[in-house]
């Protein structure tokens, strides 16, 4: 991705979490693809976050025969992210600090959500938070390993995850 898309990505980021009240997804969108107990878990993000799922949702249905467990990865693929919930400073600066200091980020990615350290660990370890949520709430193997594999490299015999995850990013 180009800079200039990165940091009209970014942009668009930012502006959905100031913006994005709570409930703006419709629920009757959400039900064909998750269960009850998915769906409070879905409700469980933050608005800016129901709407970036919803967002990845409707553009892997727009662009790639969508398996309805992709879809289902797709509205849950971040839901490890109420377990220690971020402010937007601190989206700000997983995102500064990923950008300039990588081997840094990687570095306080690693033990417990705590301090500064905080976002990085969420950052890192929500893909497996999200990952046991799902599978409690009944999703199925193949939602619980894109949702787990979300951030990791895509080999190209895995066209689901690479659906997911060039739409995600």
Known sequence: MSRLA??????RQFWLALTTRTG????ERLTPY????QLTLFRRLQPSEQAHAYIVMERL???VKATPDLL???LLHDIGKI?????I???MLIVLVGRFLPRLAERWGEGRPVGLRR?????ARHPDWGADLAAEAGASPCVQDLIRRHQTPASADDPLLIALQAVDN
Do not use: G
């Open 34 to 37: 998750l269960t009850p107990p």
């Open 61 to 63: 249905k727009e662009s």
């Open 89 to 91: 400073w601190d989206r």
């Open 83 to 87: 377990i220690v919930p971020l402010t």
């Open 119 to 123: 976002a990085f660990v969420v950052a």
């Open 24 to 27: 703006s997804v419709p629920t």
């Open 72 to 74: 289902t990865a797709a």
């Open 6 to 11: 990165r940091l009209a990505y970014r942009s």
